[in-house]
């Protein structure tokens, strides 16, 4: 069973963290799938991971080769064809505790400035915790990521 990581982003967005979590996934092995909420969105950040610094192999879901990619970039509701050891959800992406028992870890990053997104996780804590997942609690707050308990 996997364990939820959640990433209260206060001072960068996803755009900042995501090669870090991506590129630490893959050194241990595991396919990713990074779940968005919209086609758009995910379109916006295919572009940043291939102009980001360091070489992040990856593809948009829906080509010819998803199956092959070792970072594949979902909407919600469409399957990850790369059999993703990794989930990691942006902009209020849901996961499910059956999804976060079936994968090594589930990382979910929501915007601490936003009021709906700060509610948003906070109910998908919630829910994940009640359907009996490991969680962790992760902030930017002091500057750092630390781990909050």
């Known amino acids: 069973m996997g364990s939820a990581l959640f990433y209260h982003l206060i001072r960068s967005g996803p755009e900042r963290l995501l090669p870090m979590l991506i590129g630490k996934s893959l050194q241990a092995g595991w ?3 990074l779940r968005g909420r919209d086609r758009a969105r995910q379109v916006a950040l295919d572009e ?4 980001g610094e360091g070489f992040l192999p990856h593809g948009l879901a ?3 080769h998803d199956a092959r990619q ?3 970039l979902t909407v919600e509701g469409q399957p990850a064809a790369n059999a993703a050891r990794c989930l990691i959800a942006v902009d209020g992406a849901q996961v499910s505790g059956a999804e976060v028992a079936a994968l090594e870890r589930a990382c979910i990053l929501f ?6 997104a700060l ?3 906070r109910a ?3 829910a994940l915790k009640a359907e009996g997942a490991d969680a962790e609690y992760w902030s930017e707050a002091g500057g750092r990521w630390e781990r909050k308990q």
């Open 70 to 72: 070792p970072v594949l």
């Open 124 to 126: 998908q804590w919630r």
């Open 119 to 121: 509610e948003c996780a």
């Open 48 to 51: 940043v991971l291939w102009l």
């Open 31 to 33: 396919r990713i799938e």
């Open 62 to 64: 829906g080509g010819p």
């Open 111 to 116: 915007d601490g400035n936003d009021p709906e």
